[in-house]
C-alpha cells in the first residue's frame, strides 16, 4: 500500500477495490489496514503533506508557535487541506528527531532545526509549486549528534564479525552470545541467547529474523544513528543471528518517520550482496545463506511492539497478538521469529568479533555491554551518548550540559519520571532500565505539559483493540484537557491515579500498561503542577449534557419538553 501510494499520492476506492480483487480478499480488509495506518490516507492528502512533530522536546524548542505562523502564512486551519488541494498541515507523533528539532515531515522526508525563516522558506517554495526533490539538501539534512561512543560506535570492517562467526560455527556463535549475557535493548531485556536458542530448537525450517526499527518511543533517536552510520553492524548483526538460528531470511522493519534512511540502506543491503556478505554461501560458506528485506512502515507507535510489528510485515492493522504462543515458536507466517531491537543486533557483531566473555567485562553483572542513551530537552548538546552499563544519570546530566534540572523523563512517554533526589541511581536493567531516552526539564519548565503531552500521545496511539486502553487513554486525555482548561477538580486528580492503576492491570499489552505512568509519575513527584490549575471547588461534567443531546433532537425530529434535560420552571 505504501509502494502504491508513493505513485498515487492516497489510496482511493478504486485502488481498494483493485488491490482486494488482486489479492482475492474482501475490500474491507483493505480499508482496515488504510484506515489504520497515520501515513496512509484514503482521502486526497495535499500535494505537499505537512506534519509537525509533537513531542514534548519539539514543544519545548518552539514548535507550537512555528506551527501556527505556518498556518497562518498558508491561511490554513490544522488538519486542512488547502481548497487548491497543494498543501496540508497537521501534526504527527514524535519524529525521532528530538536533537535536533523542532521537526516536521514533508511528504514523509524529516526536515529538521526549524525557525520561523525556515517555515516563511518553506511557504515560499509550496506558494511557486517547487517539487519537494528541487528543495535545497540542507532542509532534510538530518545530523548523527554522536557525542560519546565506546565499542558499539566506532567502525567496523566490513565482513570481520561475519568471518568470526564463520570460524565460531552455529553452535559457537550460539554459546558466545549466551556467554555475553547479553540483554535485548528494546525495553524489556529478556536475554537474546535464550531467544536465539528457543528459535533454534523450535520445529520447521522456516525461520525469520527481524529488526525492530520502528523507534517510535518519544525521544529516542540511537537507532536512528545506528542505521544511518554502523548499518553494517546491525546487518551483519542479523546475518550472524540467522546463522545461529538457523534461519535463512531477514527484515528490517523501518518507522515510515525513517523514510529518509531507505535508499541508503537499500545500497547497503545491495553492496553487501554483491560482496558476497549477504546471498548464497556467505563468505564462501557452504550452508551460510541468509537475504534481508527492507519493510517500511506506515505510522502506528504499536507497531514497534513486537506481535503487533509481526502482524504488521504480514500486511494487516499493527495489533497486538494473544500470547502464547510466543514468537519464538509462531511468528510471521505462523514461523519461528526472532523480533530484536536495532542495538540489540548491532551488539550480536561486536560479540562475533571480540568473543562473549570479553563483551560480559563491560557493564554490571546482569546488564553487560554499553547503552545508547538519546538526549533532547534542555542541556547544551543533545544527541547520542554510548555508555557502559551501570553509569549513574548525573554523569550522563553532567556530560550533555544540563545544569539545574529539575526532571528526566528517562524511557520516553511510558518510561519514568526521575527528580534530583534519584540522579545516584544507575541505568541498568536492574535499577533503570530503558530503552534508552533522557528528555531533559530545567527549572522553568512545567512538568503539567509534559504529562499533557503524553496523555495526548498515548490516546492517539493505541490501537483500540482492547477496552481498558481504547477507553482509558481517552478519558485519561479528557481529564488532563479539562485540568489544563482550568475546570479540573480534586475528583479528576483521583480518577487519573485510579486510571493509571486500572489500565495498567488491565490492558492487552504495554502501550496500554504504561499509558498512565507519566501522568500518575508528575501528580506523585510535582503536584503543585495539577493543583493550582483545579480551580473548580466541585466536580464540573467535562460535557455540557444539553448541547451534547442537540445532534439526537435534530435526527429524532423532537423538541420538546422531555426531549431536554433541564425544563423551563
Ligand atoms: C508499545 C510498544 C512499542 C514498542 N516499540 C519498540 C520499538 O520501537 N523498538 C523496539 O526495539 N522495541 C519496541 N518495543 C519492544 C518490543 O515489543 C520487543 O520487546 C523488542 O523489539 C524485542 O527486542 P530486544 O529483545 O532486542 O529488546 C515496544 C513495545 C511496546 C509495548
Ligand atoms: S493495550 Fe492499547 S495498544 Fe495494546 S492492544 Fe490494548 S488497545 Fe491496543
Redesign the pocket.
Known amino acids: 500500500m505504501r509502494e502504491i501510494q508513493e505513485e498515487s499520492d492516497w489510496i482511493s476506492p478504486e485502488i481498494e477495490r483493485e488491490v482486494a480483487e488482486g489479492l482475492g480478499i474482501p475490500v474491507t480488509r483493505v480499508q482496515s489496514v488504510v484506515q489504520f495506518y497515520s501515513f496512509l490516507y484514503d482521502k486526497p492528502p495535499g500535494r505537499y503533506r505537512i506534519l509537525f512533530s509533537d513531542n514534548i522536546t519539539d514543544r519545548m524548542l518552539g514548535s507550537s508557535a512555528l506551527l501556527e505562523h505556518m498556518l497562518k502564512r498558508l491561511k490554513l486551519r490544522r488538519g486542512q487541506t488547502s481548497p487548491d488541494g497543494a498543501v496540508s498541515v497537521d501534526l504527527t507523533s514524535c519524529t525521532g528527531m528530538c536533537d535536533q528539532g523542532p521537526a516536521i515531515l514533508v511528504n514523509n522526508f524529516a526536515v529538521t532545526r526549524l525557525t520561523p525563516r525556515r517555515i516563511d522558506e518553506i511557504c515560499e517554495l509550496i506558494r511557486i509549486g517547487a517539487p519537494v526533490a528541487e528543495w535545497s539538501s540542507d532542509f532534510f539534512r538530518v545530523d548523527d549528534n554522536i557525542r560519546r561512543s565506546e565499542t558499539l560506535l566506532t567502525h567496523l570492517e566490513p565482513g570481520v564479525a561475519l568471518d568470526a562467526a564463520i570460524a565460531c560455527g552455529r553452535q559457537g556463535m550460539l554459546d558466545e552470545i549466551k556467554r555475553s549475557k547479553l540483554?535485548?535493548?528494546?525495553?524489556?531485556?529478556?536475554p537474546?541467547g535464550t531467544?536465539l536458542e528457543g528459535a533454534r530448537n523450535a520445529p520447521g525450517a522456516e525461520k525469520y529474523i527481524v529488526c525492530?526499527?520502528?523507534?517510535?518511543?518519544p525521544g529516542?533517536f540511537k537507532?536512528r544513528v545506528l542505521l544511518n552510520s554502523y548499518a553494517v553492524r546491525v546487518l551483519e548483526g542479523m546475518a550472524i543471528a540467522g546463522f545461529a538460528v538457523g534461519s535463512t531470511k531477514g527484515f528490517v522493519y523501518l518507522?515510515g518517520e525513517y523514510r529518509h534512511l531507505l535508499d541508503k540502506l537499500q545500497a547497503e543491503i545491495e553492496l553487501m550482496r554483491e560482496e558476497r556478505r549477504l546471498g548464497t554461501a556467505i563468505r564462501g560458506c557452504a550452508g551460510f545463506d541468509f537475504d534481508i528485506e527492507i519493510h517500511m512502515g506506515a505510522g502506528g507507535?504499536?507497531c514497534?511492539?513486537?506481535?503487533?510489528?509481526v502482524e504488521s510485515l504480514e500486511g494487516k492493522p499493527g495489533r497486538?497478538r494473544v500470547r502464547p504462543p510466543s514468537m519464538v515458536q509462531v511468528g510471521y507466517l505462523g514461523k519461528p521469529t526472532i523480533?530484536?531491537?536495532?542495538?540489540?543486533?548491532a551488539h550480536i557483531s561486536e560479540i562475533a568479533v571480540e568473543g562473549g566473555a570479553s563483551f560480559a567485562k563491560r557493564g554490571t553483572h546482569t546488564s553487560t555491554g554499553t547503552k545508547l542513551i538519546s538526549i533532547s530537552g534542555d542541556c547544551e548538546r543533545p544527541g547520542v551518548y554510548e555508555y557502559r552499563f551501570g553509569v549513574t544519570v548525573s554523569r550522563v546530566l553532567e556530560d550533555c550540559g544540563a545544569r539545574a534540572v529539575t526532571a528526566v523523563q528517562i524511557g520516553g512517554a511510558?518510561g519514568v519520571c526521575l527528580t534530583p533526589d534519584e540522579f545516584s541511581r544507575r541505568i541498568a536493567f536492574e535499577d533503570v532500565s530503558t530503552?534508552g531516552a533522557f528528555m531533559i526539564f530545567g527549572p522553568d519548565r512545567d512538568l503539567f505539559d509534559a504529562a499533557h503531552n503524553f496523555a495526548h500521545f498515548f490516546a492517539h496511539?493505541s490501537c483500540g483493540f482492547c477496552t481498558p486502553c481504547r477507553v482509558g487513554t481517552a478519558i485519561q486525555r479528557n481529564i488532563m484537557d479539562k485540568i489544563a482548561e482550568g475546570r479540573g477538580s480534586r475528583y479528576e486528580v483521583n480518577d487519573l491515579m485510579r486510571l493509571a492503576d486500572f489500565m495498567k492491570k488491565n490492558s492487552h499489552?504495554?502501550?496500554g500498561?504504561?499509558a498512565g505512568n507519566a501522568v500518575r509519575d508528575t501528580l506523585n513527584k510535582f503536584r503543585p503542577a495539577f493543583e493550582r490549575r483545579l480551580h473548580a471547588r466541585d466536580f464540573v461534567p467535562a460535557i455540557d449534557l444539553e448541547t451534547a443531546l442537540e445532534p439526537a433532537r435534530r435526527i429524532t425530529g423532537r423538541d420538546d419538553a422531555d426531549a431536554h434535560l433541564v425544563t423551563e420552571a
Request: proline share 2%; charged share 30%.
Open positions: 540483554r535485548g535493548r528494546g525495553g524489556a531485556g529478556f537474546t531467544k525492530n526499527a520502528d523507534e517510535g518511543e529516542t537507532d518507522r507507535y504499536i514497534g511492539e513486537g506481535t503487533a510489528l497486538p523480533v530484536d531491537n536495532v542495538e540489540t543486533l511510558s530503552a496511539e499489552c504495554g502501550l500498561e504504561t
